[in-house]
């Protein structure tokens, strides 16, 4: 039976709210319990300088990137604000874009929901469309969300299927068979970073899950949010269980040395 002290550290880089006049760093806890049932340890990141953001990783046996209210500053990707409405969270920005280059550069094992889906996408230079439902041909992926004071069940109900593209990482872990998701987003791949490939799309053609094949490690960014009630959801564990299971791969290869946090990608 594995102990607190070994297992995987997986870094949740956190939202920033402002409570009254103080700003706090946030985490979901449905994500925070992902990670569990993962069968990793999750550490909290609050947003970093960039001077610190080696020091952070060097702890890290995996990369954990959630979804969040806010959206991804389109400034990052050369465009305007679409819907001043909307929230933004620009210091997240500040550290989720720098962190996932080096992550994956790195070898780190990285799996990204919902934003951190869109923040992969932005960071490695692809761009989004910032209201799906706007473009011609795409749905509303908004789904039951979009109604204001909608229940978190039937917000986070299956929406739609998505096809899994053959030959990926996506198949490898749940086989070619369509399955249902939920869809809680504005936001979506417009155009998709050079490097990344799809791994699975909706039915009106939006990409909905990608990975990056040349990476070391385990990496799989997805639209929707698999965190929801995981532990009831066969195709959602199916996915915790294969990050979980790279990331201790991850933390036994960089054991061998018998240094507790050496961090050598090459070997």
Not at 87 to 110: F, H, K
Not at 210 to 236: D, I, R, T, Y
């Amino acid at each position: 039976m594995s102990t607190a002290h070994s297992l995987p550290l997986v870094l949740v880089p956190a939202c920033n709210r402002m409570l009254g006049e103080h700003p706090f760093s946030v985490v979901g806890k449905k994500y925070l319990d992902a990670v569990r049932l993962a069968g990793c340890l999750p550490v909290v990141m609050p947003s970093t300088e960039a001077a610190d953001l080696e020091a952070w990783l060097s702890i890290a046996d995996g990369i954990f990137l959630t979804g969040s209210p806010s959206n991804v500053h389109p400034s990052h990707f050369n465009e305007t604000v679409h819907d001043a409405s909307l929230p933004l969270d620009p210091v997240r920005d500040a550290t989720t874009l720098r962190l996932i280059p080096r992550a994956l550069a790195m070898g780190l094992p990285l799996f990204a929901i919902c934003r951190g889906f869109q923040e992969a996408n932005v960071a490695l230079g692809g761009n989004l469309h910032q209201a799906v439902q706007e473009v011609a041909g795409q749905h509303d992926h908004r789904g039951a969300g979009a109604v204001p004071g909608t229940s978190a069940e039937l917000t986070y109900d299956f929406a739609h299927s998505v096809s899994v593209v053959p030959g990926g990482v996506l198949e490898q872990v749940l086989g070619k068979t369509p399955f249902e998701v939920n869809s809680v987003h504005g936001q979506g791949v417009n155009r998709l970073a050079a490097g990344l490939r799809v791994e699975a799309r909706a039915p009106d053609g939006l990409i909905e899950a990608f990975s990056m094949p040349e990476a070391k490690a385990f990496n799989l960014c997805v639209q929707w949010h698999p965190e929801w009630q995981a532990a009831g959801n066969a195709v959602s564990m199916r996915l915790f269980k294969a990050f979980g299971g790279a990331c201790q791969s991850y933390r036994d290869r960089h054991r061998e040395s018998g240094s507790d946090r050496e961090r050598d990608p090459d070997r």
